[in-house]
């Protein structure tokens, strides 16, 4: 019995063995004999591929064409830079950095008391010339009453011709005293227009409504005629510039639409419009502008600024949405 169990296990495990061979077999048989189509290690980088070139398709198509597009554009408005006319030292400077300032006030003052003092002396002449004049005419009255006498006289032959023309010169003596005294008066008013038109330059307006950018110079800084004081822009009117690649230029005609995104405020997406297409390219303007008449000539492909106009602003936005000069934004044009 213990020979016949032990035969029996013995067939037993050796037909498991078979079976667990023969499955092995089979098992790599069929990985073999499976499609390449069936290969998920195949198929699924394969389906990637195809997706990813589907929705960067569509991306193009909804985002790039028909659009003119550059990173190079930035928030622009007039700036206009306040200086002297005349040397002088600063007594008071009233606004900083980020003040708001209104048309025709005065926020700066130069030293004047030595204008003052030539506006004293000048008036003190007026007053001296205008005194000579009536000297001068008091004289002349009198120059031609001797001299009215002296005709009378000389007539009925009563003084002799000397004497007669003697009285006569006097009287033209003093016609030419009071014509000087008159032109000396002319002479001080005409001073005393000097020195307050001088006054004036003393006491810097404001040109138009804005905010103070930049201050340049400190209180009681001797300035130079022409120095910058102080930088202001216009925040009321603000717009867009931006450098084109003359390669992109071709098809952009005024008027286009334009969609503008602001780095500061990337969820808002603001919208303008061409407005003016520069007629130079920004090269000519710089500090060492190209010479392409030389021998190691490079080609580079050039800029073109164009001017854009915000449509889409409302004083809402513009309080939510502040825009400062300066700020960089990137624009993408919808040319037609």
Same mark, same amino acid.
């Given at each position: 019995?213990?020979?016949?169990?032990?035969?029996?296990?013995?067939?037993?495990?050796?037909?498991?063995?078979?079976?667990?061979?023969?499955?092995?077999?089979?098992?790599?048989?069929?990985?073999?004999?499976?499609?390449?189509?069936?290969?998920?290690?195949?198929?699924?980088?394969?389906?990637?591929?195809?997706?990813?070139?589907?929705?960067?398709?569509?991306?193009?198509?909804?985002?790039?064409?028909?659009?003119?597009?550059?990173?190079?554009?930035?928030?622009?408005?007039?700036?206009?830079?306040?200086?002297?006319?005349?040397?002088?030292?600063?007594?008071?400077?009233?606004?900083?950095?980020?003040?708001?300032?209104?048309?025709?006030?005065?926020?700066?003052?130069?030293?004047?008391?030595?204008?003052?003092?030539?506006?004293?002396?000048?008036?003190?002449?007026?007053?001296?010339?205008?005194?000579?004049?009536?000297?001068?005419?008091?004289?002349?009255?009198?120059?031609?009453?001797?001299?009215?006498?002296?005709?009378?006289?000389?007539?009925?032959?009563?003084?002799?011709?000397?004497?007669? =023309?003697?009285?006569?010169?006097? @009287? !033209?003596? #003093?016609?030419?005293?009071?014509? &000087?005294?008159?032109?000396? $008066?002319?002479? *001080?008013?005409?001073?005393?227009?000097?020195?307050?038109?001088?006054?004036?330059?003393?006491?810097?307006?404001?040109?138009?409504?804005?905010?103070?950018?930049?201050?340049?110079?400190?209180?009681?800084?001797?300035?130079?005629?022409?120095?910058?004081?102080?930088?202001?822009?216009?925040?009321?009117? =603000?717009?867009?510039?931006?450098? @084109? !690649?003359? #390669?992109?230029?071709?098809?952009? &005609?005024?008027?286009?639409? $334009?969609?503008? *995104?602001?780095?500061?405020?990337?969820?808002?997406?603001?919208?303008?419009?061409?407005?003016?297409?520069?007629?130079?390219?920004?090269?000519?303007?710089?500090?060492?502008?190209?010479?392409?008449?030389?021998?190691?000539?490079?080609?580079?492909?050039?800029?073109?600024?164009?001017?854009?106009?915000?449509?889409?602003?409302?004083?809402?936005?513009?309080?939510?949405?502040?825009?400062?000069?300066?700020?960089?934004?990137?624009?993408?044009?919808?040319?037609?």
């Amino acid at each position: 019995m213990e020979l016949e169990e032990k035969k029996n296990m013995q067939v037993s495990g050796s037909s498991v063995k078979n079976s667990n061979n023969n499955f092995n077999q089979n098992e790599d048989e069929d990985i073999n004999a499976v499609p390449i189509y069936r290969k998920k290690r195949v198929v699924i980088p394969f389906l990637i591929l195809i997706v990813a070139a589907v929705l960067g398709t569509m991306y193009w198509y909804m985002n790039m064409r028909n659009f003119v597009s550059t990173d190079d554009a930035f928030v622009d408005a007039d700036r206009i830079s306040i200086s002297s006319k005349v040397l002088g030292r600063i007594t008071s400077l009233t606004v900083d950095e980020g003040d708001t300032v209104t048309k025709s006030d005065i926020v700066i003052k130069l030293d004047d008391t030595d204008l003052q003092s030539q506006l004293e002396l000048a008036k003190a002449n007026l007053v001296f010339a205008e005194k000579r004049t009536l000297l001068a005419q008091v004289n002349i009255n009198r120059a031609k009453d001797d001299f009215q006498r002296a005709q009378l006289q000389f007539n009925k032959a009563v003084i002799t011709k000397e004497q007669f =023309i003697h009285a006569q010169k006097t @009287l !033209e003596g #003093t016609q030419a005293e009071y014509d &000087i005294a008159v032109a000396q $008066v002319n002479v *001080s008013k005409a001073q005393i227009s000097v020195v307050e038109a001088q006054l004036q330059n003393m006491q810097i307006a404001i040109p138009f409504n804005g905010v103070v950018a930049k201050r340049w110079v400190m209180n009681d800084e001797i300035v130079q005629p022409g120095q910058p004081i102080l930088s202001i822009y216009d925040l009321n009117n =603000i717009w867009i510039t931006s450098n @084109l !690649e003359e #390669t992109k230029l071709g098809n952009v &005609i005024i008027g286009d639409f $334009v969609e503008i *995104s602001i780095d500061t405020y990337p969820d808002y997406k603001f919208e303008g419009k061409v407005i003016q297409i520069g007629d130079y390219t920004a090269s000519e303007f710089s500090l060492i502008p190209p010479n392409n008449a030389s021998g190691n000539f490079t080609k580079v492909t050039q800029r073109v600024p164009i001017k854009i106009e915000l449509t889409n602003l409302i004083p809402e936005d513009k309080k939510k949405y502040p825009l400062r000069p300066g700020m960089s934004a990137e624009i993408k044009i919808k040319i037609k």
